[in-house]
């Protein structure tokens, strides 16, 4: 038997669980980046004839969502790795994983307060 077994598996699962959050956060980005595609099929058939023009603003958010994504990738390696090492020389150091969950966090609640928003005023006004 690995010796730590429990303690390297359950870095190994957090890290794939970072790594499928960044995956998902990049798939949202490229979405949020191709929204106009979207929004002038809506409202096509709200406003007939009425043309919408490409936002650089939404493009903007979902080409920073994705580079964010990729950061988070680096930084749930580089987290894994010191982990990993701290196991197996059985140190006991604390984890900076709480911080950036919640800056992820607010992030998304962000992006997507700004894109209901955006719908918003895009439909209505």
């Not at 794939?16 to 979405?31: D, E, K, N, Q």
Request: no cysteine; net charge neutral; charged share 15%.
């Amino acid at each position: 038997m690995i010796k730590q077994f429990s303690d390297l598996s359950a870095n190994e699962r957090t890290y794939l669980a970072w790594i499928r959050t960044a995956i998902a956060m990049m798939t949202f980005g490229f979405l949020v980046e191709k929204f106009e595609l979207f929004l002038r099929t809506i409202t096509a058939e709200v406003h007939v004839g009425e043309k919408i023009q490409t936002s650089v603003t939404i493009e903007t958010v979902g080409i920073v969502t994705m580079i964010i994504s990729v950061i988070m990738m680096l930084a749930a390696t580089a987290r894994y790795l010191t982990q990993r090492r701290n196991i197996l020389l059985e140190a006991e150091i604390g984890s900076a994983s709480d911080t950036i969950g919640l800056l992820l966090s607010i992030f998304m609640i962000l992006i997507s307060l700004f894109l209901i928003g955006y719908i918003w005023l895009r439909l209505f006004y």
